[in-house]
């Protein structure tokens, strides 16, 4: 196959994949607006990372001129836009020279997770002297290729690259699940402080990796930028709650409501209320703050925490005190990322390692596998890290049932 056309939708720069190929800046279309996500956003097992930190969005076409002759079509997507951090975020349809290839494509759904790319590739179109891609209302598109092949190749539609579980991109070695082994239904309620390094799937792949005898099987309603008062008053969250059969529904209150301990208090008693005749039990995620955080506001905002548990009845998990003892001792190494907001890759790890440390009592640690975002861990470093969670859980949370 000789490539035609291979375009970086959604950015006005061309780019170099890892394998050497070449991405043209973006072109062709008509309408809709580009969005360009921060360099240091994970995406999920992409050899082409920088295609799908960018987006086209609301376009209603791309017409590319071709000469008469056979192709093959491959889209590029993968959702980055926060607020769609959920099934159903947005749905939408394409057709290319008036075959339809996509109908009521959700790319979330598709790819699996949060900033995983997913692929659809169209073979066999047939074109004279252009290919035109056309979407209905609420497209997206990060890249599209175009290779010419030989005529008479069959029409055929398929997915490539997809991920069915966003843990399946850990790299570890699966440990047999025991018999004995207890299984645990957790809901995530936040915001991207939880979903930015794919905390849930973080926890379940370690769980996995390890040794222990526990498994959990996370379900996910979040929402970018959201606090507990917008979970509460709109249907989802408590939707699945009263669906039932979670063990546990952890809440993580918005970043910058850390000081906000009555409004914190009053949401979390009335989910705790929804959570208790769902039959599950609370967690706080107690989150780690922006890197401006000083060492007092975290330990004011641990204490608050710990009034809101005390309030409801509900465990910690001490993220912002197992990131405050490693700023304390580590302050040489990168905790959050370059937008100041979110974790970097530590802060990630050590995100997880909180939560693994509260879920099993502080259990062995599995080794430092490479993360959902094709990372590696230094194992001393991840040593460090570990051992502060496992501190910060000894302090703050008392045993949980599963223990």
Excluded at 103 to 132: H, K, L, N, Q, W
Excluded at 133 to 143: A, P, W
Aim: glycine share 8%; net charge negative.
């Amino acid at each position: 196959m000789d490539v035609v056309y291979r375009i970086n939708c959604g950015s006005a720069s061309e780019y170099t994949d890892t394998d050497g190929n070449r991405w043209m800046a973006d072109g062709f279309f008509t309408g809709g607006l580009m969005a360009v996500r921060e360099e240091t956003l994970p995406i999920h097992c992409a050899d082409a990372p920088e295609v799908y930190r960018s987006e086209h969005y609301g376009m209603e076409r791309y017409s590319l001129p071709v000469k008469a002759g056979t192709y093959i079509v491959r889209l590029h997507f993968a959702e980055t836009y926060d607020c769609n951090y959920q099934l159903g975020g947005r749905s939408f349809g394409v057709k290319i020279n008036g075959a339809e290839v996509l109908s009521d494509f959700d790319p979330y759904r598709a790819a699996g997770g949060f900033a995983c790319p997913t692929v659809v590739e169209y073979a066999g179109c047939t074109a004279t002297d252009r290919i035109d891609i056309e979407f209905t209302i609420n497209g997206m598109i990060s890249g599209i290729e175009v290779f010419s092949t030989r005529e008479g190749t069959p029409k055929t539609i398929r997915q490539i690259t997809p991920v069915a579980n966003a843990a399946d991109l850990f790299i570890g070695k699966r440990q047999p699940t025991s018999p004995d082994a207890r299984k645990l239904k957790i809901l995530f309620i936040g915001n991207s402080m939880t979903f930015f390094w794919a905390t849930p799937e973080s926890v379940q792949a370690m769980l996995e990796i390890g040794t222990c005898d526990l498994r959990i099987e996370p379900h996910r309603s979040v929402h970018g930028g959201k606090n507990l008062e917008f979970h509460y008053n709109q249907t989802d969250a408590l939707d699945r709650i009263k669906s039932g059969g979670f063990d546990f529904v952890v809440l993580q209150e918005y970043d910058k409501q850390l000081d906000a301990a009555a409004q914190f208090v009053e949401y979390a008693e009335k989910f705790d209320i929804a959570i208790k005749a769902g039959g599950a039990k609370p967690l706080l995620y107690a989150q780690p703050g922006h890197r401006s955080a000083t060492d007092t506001e975290r330990r004011t905002f641990m204490k608050q925490c710990t009034g809101v548990g005390r309030a409801i009845g509900a465990p910690i998990v001490p993220v912002c005190e197992t990131l405050r003892r490693c700023y304390e001792k580590r302050p040489d190494l990168t905790w959050h990322n370059a937008d100041t907001v979110h974790m970097g890759m530590y802060g990630g790890y050590a995100v997880a390692c909180t939560f693994y440390a509260a879920l099993t009592g502080g259990a062995s640690f599995p080794p430092p596998a490479v993360l959902v975002q094709q990372v590696a861990i230094d194992p001393d470093i991840a040593t460090f890290i570990q051992r502060r969670a496992v501190e910060a859980v000894r302090e703050y949370t008392r045993p949980l049932p599963v223990v």
